[in-house]
């Protein structure tokens, strides 16, 4: 029988000798390798992470102890030990396991964390709680090599000798995010990973001589000041020192009986240490170690064929529509080629923002800033005060941790930038990754131009549009395949919307991802006797108030539709737009994500689950018109 068949819980592995831990460790690598083939999901991380984690739980009980992950993918194995392992063909599948940690799902997770940098602050706040509660609880923080380029991390660390606490970080330094780590600090991690190990000689070395009869306190505080120049520059990990942290490492993240041994006696001597741990991301999986950057995030294998279904013929034309990220990105490297002022700035993520494209076609306009998102923004305000037009392309919910730097180094300043943003709306990762909340966050700040497109050439033509125009100008779009233009895409106008068809009975106004299925929901209105106009806004602001009036004149229902929620949108926009101008408003249907946590689950699932279809949309107006329907239109 497997090891890992015994395990049910850190219970049953602390059970097991010392001595069959690697085993183990292997046994769920191979698992581990199997589901994420299936489901998809974080792979390499997960497995980079699998003899640290085995270690972790074998030394401390988690029930009672603290466990923070930073960022959290790197969080399966974790599942696997505590309780969860026969679900784990459900990750990140409708109503399964979240692809991060969740409290929902165990008592071993915390908290519900998806990015980076906030560990260490949690962490820290947790020990503090349990200092005062007098409860002896031990606290550990796993924290990536890549998310100290956070700065939040460091102000963790700034603050941590101030609180007195008992707390451990393992920096997990495999030399990657998504992407190789960038910046001085990652050139300073390589450079204690080539030199010297640092072990407890030190410690022992002042123990020897603070035995020393009668002088030997005196000899230590003297030699400590003497060589403490010397040591910082000799000694790996004399940064940390100097926030207050006793560093230890870099040990080998993969050796389970060091790791054991070394955290035992971290648990001995309590206080601020840092335990650096250097690990190999994709460990264990030839394809994912050699390539973890496309490996990080798996996609599942493709469903079967069903019996009698041929293969497509050999040539023939792919149906397969490019993403909108592979539109941004092809149409951002054409408007660079043409235009020296365009520079593409990222934080961390060239291949999810599609920038890697940029950095291959032309690298001096090309800038990974690391997972800093504020520096980023307040980089770009300095490129375009000196003439250039900066575009930042960072996933909507990651945008909102540089919030005060739009801001400030943007908006304030005039700034001429295109914020591109990406994975805006519904992803699968669930409420941290869900880009929903971006234009009531900007929308209410002077000089800010919101535009969305609603299929590729739209794309193309606002980003065109948008590095031409003065200002701050941000374009949200989603991780999805771009729809083709049904015609010629009608030239942008600042501030205005393009009516698609024109009816009397009812006003659809769109914004982005919503025009197409407002079009399709028109369509089963109409075989209802329900006419049905559908306006694609284009700009959430400024908005075009003329376009929409008249669109209102004689319908019974205005319905606005957004891939964001509800409080403070694109609906929010147009209704507080029309009545400062006065206009008779007839009853209005907001269509949008409702005012709630939204899990995670496949994109086309959570949009049924919101009743985002063309049927549901059609339904609910039907039934706001009083009109009974003559065809099932909710059954599709």
């Known amino acids: 029988m497997a090891l890992f068949e015994k395990i049910d819980s850190p219970d049953d592995l602390r059970r097991l000798p ?28 997960g497995l980079g992470v699998v003899e640290l984690t085995v270690a972790l739980h074998y030394v401390f009980d988690f029930r009672k102890d603290r466990l923070v992950f930073d960022v959290g993918h790197q969080c399966y194995p974790h599942k696997m030990l505590t309780g969860r392992k026969a679900r784990m063909g459900t ?44 409860n002896g609880r031990r606290t550990v923080a796993v924290v990536g090599d890549a998310s100290y380029g956070a700065g939040v991390a460091f102000e963790a660390m700034n ?29 300073y991690f390589t450079r204690v990973r080539t030199g010297p190990l640092y072990t407890g000689a030190k410690r022992e070395m002042h123990e020897l001589i603070r035995h020393i009869p009668f002088i030997g306190d005196k000899v230590d505080r003297s030699l400590q000041e003497s060589v403490s120049m010397v040591r910082s520059l000799l000694t790996p990990g004399h940064v940390f020192e100097e926030y207050g942290f006793d560093y230890f490492g870099p040990h080998d993240g993969h050796d389970i009986p060091r790791l054991v041994h070394t955290l035992r006696d971290l648990i001995d001597r309590g206080g601020l240490a840092l335990l650096h741990v250097l690990t190999k991301k994709g460990a264990g999986c030839e394809l994912a170690a050699s390539d973890p950057q496309k490996l990080h995030g798996m996609k599942p294998a493709p469903a079967p064929k069903a019996d009698g279904e041929a293969d497509p013929p050999v040539g023939a034309p792919k149906a397969k529509r490019p993403p909108y990220t592979q539109v941004f990105a092809e149409k951002l490297v054409e408007l660079a080629r043409s235009d020296a002022r365009v520079v593409g700035i990222t934080a961390a993520m060239p291949d999810g923002t599609g920038l890697h494209m940029l950095a291959e076609a032309l690298p001096d306009r090309f800038h990974d800033v690391g997972i800093c998102e504020q520096h980023a923004v307040a980089l770009a305000g300095g490129m375009a005060k000196g003439g250039l037009h900066p575009v ?51 929308r209410t700040m002077p ?18 549009y948008a590095v031409e125009l003065p200002g ?117 249907l907001p269509i949008g994500i409702p ?16 009743g985002l279809t063309p049927a549901a949309l059609a339904e609910r107006i039907l039934r706001s018109l009083g009109v009974e329907a003559t065809h099932a239109v909710g059954a599709g």
């Open 472 to 588: 701050t100008v941000a374009i949200r779009y989603p991780r999805d395949a771009a729809p083709p233009a049904e015609g010629p895409v009608p030239p942008i106008e600042l501030g205005r919307a393009v009516t698609l068809r024109e009816g009397h009975d009812v006003s659809l106004v769109a914004y982005g991802t919503m025009v197409p299925l407002a079009e399709a929901a028109a369509d089963l209105l109409s075989e209802e006797g329900v006419s049905a106009s559908v306006i694609n806004a284009r700009f959430a602001k400024p908005v075009d108030t003329g376009t929409i009036r008249a669109s209102l004149e004689g319908v019974r229902l205005l319905v606005t539709l957004e891939e964001h929620a509800l409080s403070g949108g694109f609906g929010s926009a147009v209704l507080e737009a029309l009545a400062v101008e006065g206009v008779a408003l007839p009853p209005v």
């Open 91 to 134: 990750m990140r599948q409708d109503d399964g396991l979240c692809g991060f940690p969740h409290p929902n799902e165990s008592e071993y997770d915390l908290f519900h964390t998806g990015h980076a940098g906030t560990a260490i602050s949690l962490a820290l706040g947790l020990a503090r709680a349990d200092k005062l509660a007098g």
């Open 392 to 442: 930042l392309a960072i996933y909507s919910t990651f945008l909102q941790r540089a919030y005060d730097q739009v801001f400030q180094e943007l908006l304030i300043q005039d700034a001429s930038c295109v914020l591109a943003m990406d994975r805006a709306g519904l992803v699968d990762d669930g409420c941290t990754h869900h880009g929903l909340f971006d234009i009531a966050y900007l």
């Open 159 to 187: 603050a941590a000798k101030e609180l007195g606490v008992d707390l451990v970080v393992v920096l997990n330094d495999n030399e990657m995010s998504i992407s190789p780590t960038v910046g001085s600090l990652a050139r």
């Open 18 to 45: 010392l001595e069959d831990l690697e085993t183990l460790a292997g046994e769920m690598r191979g698992d581990l390798i199997e589901t994420i083939s299936r489901t998809g999901g974080h792979l390499g991380s």
């Open 447 to 464: 000089n800010t131009v919101l535009m969305a497109p609603s299929d590729a050439d739209e794309l193309r033509a606002m980003l065109a």
């Open 595 to 610: 005012d709630r946590w939204v899990e995670h689950g496949t994109r086309a699932r959570l949009f049924e689950k919101l």
